[in-house]
C-alpha cells in the first residue's frame, strides 16, 4: 500500500483493506466488567424471579386487595380507604397492636442480652462447650409448630410439666391459659428459648472474628472482665447487634405459629397480635380485604423500623 493510499484513507476514515484495531486496556477493562455483569444476574436470575413470584406478586396483590370488599375468597367491589378506615376505629386491631408492641419490647432486649451472655460463655474454654451450643441452637432447627408443641407440653394449665413441678412441691399451679398475664408471659418464654441459639450463634460469630490482642492489651493495662466486656466485647459485636435487632423486630412483628399453637391469641384477646388477628380476619371471618390491609400495616411498620434502624447505624458508623 503506497504512502498516499494510506493518508487518502486516514484522511476519509476508510479502514478498508487495514487490519482490525487492536483493544485497548480501557476496552478489555469494559469488556470484563460487562461480562462480570452478565454472569452476576445470571446467578441472581434464579433468586429474583423467586422473589417475584412468592414476595412481590402476593405483596402488591394483597395491597390490590385491600383496597377491595371481599366475601369469602374473592373480590366483590372497590372501596378505596375504607379497610384503612375500620382499622383506626377498630378496638381489637390496637389491643393487637399493643400485645405486638409489648412482645416486642420484651423478648427483642431480652433475647439480644441472653444471646450476647451465652455467645461469651460459649466462646470461653468450657467442658462440652459444642454440645451446648447444639442444644441451646436446637429450637431454631425444628419447626415454629414443634416447638410451640413442645411450649404446651411445659406450660398446659392442667397436663403441664411447670404446673404438675408445682403440685407436686405443694404450690398452686399457675392459670397459663385462664390468666392473660400468664398466658402473655408463657408466650414470652417460649419465644425467648426459640430466639435465643440464633442470636448466640451470630454473636459467637463476632466474637470470633475480634483479635484477642486487644484484650491481651487490655488486661496489660489492668482492664477488669466487665470493663473488657462493657468497653470491648459490647462495642466491636456492634454490627452483629444491628443485624439481630432488625430480624428480631421483625420476627417479633410476624409472630404467629408459637401463639396460634400455644394460646389461639386468648384468653380473650390477651396474646392476640397482628398476624393472628389477620389471620382470623383472612381465614376465619373471611373477610380477606380487611386482612389484606393489616397485613400492608405490618409490612410498612417493619420497613418503617428496618429503614430507621438502618440509617441509625450508618449514621452511627460515619460519626464513628
Known sequence: MSASTSAREESTGDTRGLPPPIPTSTARARNGAHRRTLASYGFLGPNLV???VFLFLPLGWAFLISFQESSGFGASGWVGLQNYQRLVTDPTFWQSAL???????????LSLALGLALAVLMNSVLPGRKLFRTLIYLPMVI?????????????????????KLLREGGLAGIPWQSQGSAAFASIVLVTLWIRVGFNMVIYLAGLQSISPELYEAAKLEGASSWQQFRYLTVPLVGPSTFFLLIMDVIY???VFDTIFVMTGGGPGRSTSVLVTYAYENG???RDQSYAAAIGIVIFLLTLVFTVLQWRGNRTRDTTG
Open 143 to 163: 419447626s415454629g409448630v414443634a416447638t410451640a408443641l413442645m411450649g404446651v407440653l411445659l406450660f398446659d394449665e392442667a397436663t403441664g410439666i411447670i404446673n
Open 252 to 254: 417479633s412483628f410476624q
Open 99 to 109: 400485645n405486638t408492641a409489648a412482645f416486642t419490647l420484651i423478648t427483642v432486649p
Open 283 to 285: 381465614f376465619v371471618t
Open 50 to 52: 423467586l422473589l417475584g
